[in-house]
C-alpha cells in the first residue's frame, strides 16, 4: 500500500505517530494498523453519538491493549436500540460484523459514510406555521 504525506502531516502507524517534515511517500510492505490525520477525531470532536463511537473504535485501533472494546460493546448496543433509521440500523450492524471481523479500518470507514445522514437525524427540523384565519 502506498501513501502520500504532505509536509507536517501526521501517521499514526501501529500505535506510534509519526510526523513528516516534507512530502514524502511511504510504501507498507506487510500488514499494519494505521490512520492518517484527516481520519483521527480528537475528544473535542466526538458530538454527535456515531462520532463517539467512532472515537471509540479508533482507540481499539490505535491501541489495541486499551480498555475500550467494552466501551464500544455497549454503545453500539444503545445505538442499535436508538437509531430508528434504516440506514443507520443496517450501517451499525455491518460495522458489529466489521468489528467481529477484526476490520476495526473498515467500521470507521462505515461510521464516517453515517455522518451526513445522522447530522440530518440531529439537525432542528423547521416549524411549519399555518397562517390560515
Known sequence: MQLSLRSGEKLYLNGAVIRVDRKVSI???NDVTFLLEAHVLTPADTTTPLRQLYF????LLMDPASNAQGQYESMLKTLLDTFE???IRVGLMNVRDLMNAKRRFEALKTI???FPIEAQILSPQPVLISMSA
Open 27 to 29: 510504501e507498507l510492505m
Open 85 to 87: 433509521t434504516t440506514e
Open 56 to 59: 471509540t473504535i479508533q482507540v
Open 112 to 114: 464516517r459514510r453515517m
